[in-house]
């Protein structure tokens, strides 16, 4: 039986799909595309971006990664906490974590974030890579995930139900698009995979360890001190 919360994520994936680009092949010189430091909702000023960490840090890391993918998985596992104790935490640098999604239940898991209040978007996302069995096979999983964090009670709009009112943020106009535009611009530069990091204008791909995200992120820093 095909549900609403289904038709609704299906009708997302057919409009990202008629905008989104084609991954833009690998290239032979590196990567020099610098991102958008901002996406916002030009009418409501509204943030599509998740930042952790002082917005006036030095160092920018943006981090693009897919909900379903083991290699994000296990960036998050085992090097995330220790970047952001080391490096964000202090000041040093901030991370700028955007959406993009390999497959539907990581669209699933994507859009529901972004229905999340702005102050628990982070923690969305480490609670999804955290129980990422709970929901990956079947994506109405993630309000369970939910539910389970926050109480039976938590819903997306008070006096709703909590997949009902999940979907009616899904369905707002052009919601996918607006919040996934980072993900449309940066696959028509390059990224072509997941997790891959910009930092300070450097193209980092895979889950490399914490110890190489500090080296990298030192390295920028010096550079910054030596000028």
């Known amino acids: 039986m095909i549900t609403k919360f289904k038709t609704a994520l299906a009708a997302a994936a057919l409009l ?55 290699h994000c998985k296990a960036y998050q596992e085992l090097a995330a906490d220790a970047v952001q104790k080391n490096w964000i935490d202090t000041g040093k640098a901030k991370l700028v974590y955007r959406h993009f999604p390999l497959d539907q239940s990581a669209l699933a898991a994507a859009l529901t974030v972004q229905c999340m209040p702005a102050d628990k978007r982070y923690d969305s996302v480490k609670l999804f890579f955290k129980n990422v069995d709970k929901w990956a096979q079947n994506p109405e999983g993630l309000v369970t995930v939910l539910q389970d964090k926050y109480g039976k009670d938590f819903t997306f709009a008070e006096g709703k139900d909590a997949k009902d009112s999940l979907i009616e943020c899904m369905n707002r106009k052009e919601f996918a698009q607006k919040s996934l535009k980072a993900m449309l611009d940066a696959s028509q530069n390059g990224v072509n995979s997941t997790p891959y990091f910009i930092i300070d204008g450097e193209h980092v791909r895979g889950a490399n360890t914490a110890e190489k995200m500090g080296e990298i992120i030192q390295k920028h820093l010096d550079s910054k001190t030596s000028k």
């Not at 917005?55 to 990664?65: F, H, L, V």
């Open 16 to 70: 990202l799909a008629a905008t989104a680009p084609s991954f833009a092949e690998d290239a032979a010189a590196p990567n020099t595309w610098n991102p958008p430091t901002a996406y916002t909702d030009a009418d409501t000023g509204e943030s599509y971006d998740i930042v952790v960490g002082d917005p006036k840090a030095p160092i920018t890391i943006y981090e693009y990664a897919s909900l379903t993918c083991p």
